[in-house]
């Protein structure tokens, strides 16, 4: 990863590529750098890496990858039609290769991903529904290939800091978080074949973050030794 890669480099190229958007989506966009650890979470990224990005909403992540991180593709997922055609003509105009976005139906994760080899899912467990959670981790779970790796960056529901979370979302998503904490995604992860790597935790202003990097199992006999 370039070593140099700062949150001015990110704000600027956010910028660069996203001049049009409204007002709130310009915020989120384009200052989101300055409350979630995208630089944290583009080291996790060795060059030439097949990276997906699940909930990729506009492609910001994907594009700070194929920008600093040099994979040899990036695939995306969003339900949103109109925020992948955003991705697709990003990408189409920022000369990016190597690049695919595909509309996801909030039940079954397309074959594709099992071709990556790192998953991202940032921000997005705690606006699925509480019901969901669970089903949702198990099929991503599902769809990972032996030895890919799975970087969940979330908020940790036991801060009590996570009250400006709720309220983030309450504005800027008209909706109120199910937050889960990191030790109980760690229990999920680790139930679905999942070695966990790390965990590791970080506040930026008043928002609570943890990251968990999780490693897919490659032999079942392994699985059976985690679990016992």
Request: aromatic share 10%.
């Amino acid at each position: 990863m370039d070593q140099k890669i700062t949150n001015k480099k990110i704000i600027q190229l956010f910028k660069d590529n996203y001049p049009s958007t409204n007002f709130i989506d310009g915020l989120k966009i384009k200052y989101r750098a300055l409350i979630c650890p995208f630089i944290d979470l583009l080291s996790h990224i060795p060059k030439d890496a097949k990276v997906g990005d699940i909930g990729c909403g506009s492609g910001q992540f994907l594009l700070l990858a194929s920008e600093f991180t040099e994979p040899s593709e990036v695939f995306g997922i969003e339900i949103s039609k109109r925020l992948i055609d955003n991705a697709d003509s990003l990408f189409l105009n920022s000369g990016k290769k190597n690049f695919q976005f595909e509309v996801y139906d909030g039940i079954t994760f397309p074959e594709k991903l099992k071709e990556m080899d790192f998953i991202f899912l940032i921000d997005v467990l705690h606006h699925v529904p509480k019901d969901s959670q669970e089903d949702f981790l198990r099929k991503l779970c599902g769809q990972l290939k032996p030895g890919a790796k799975l970087v969940l960056k979330d908020i940790e529901a036991k801060s009590p800091l996570v009250i400006f979370n709720k309220i983030h979302d309450f504005i800027f998503a008209g909706e109120i978080g199910n937050e889960l904490s990191s030790n109980r995604v760690n229990e999920l992860l680790r139930k679905n074949e999942l070695e966990i790597i790390s965990t590791s935790k970080r506040t930026m202003y008043v928002y609570p973050h943890y990251t968990i990097v999780a490693e897919k199992i490659r032999n079942r006999l392994n699985s059976l030794k985690i679990n016992l």
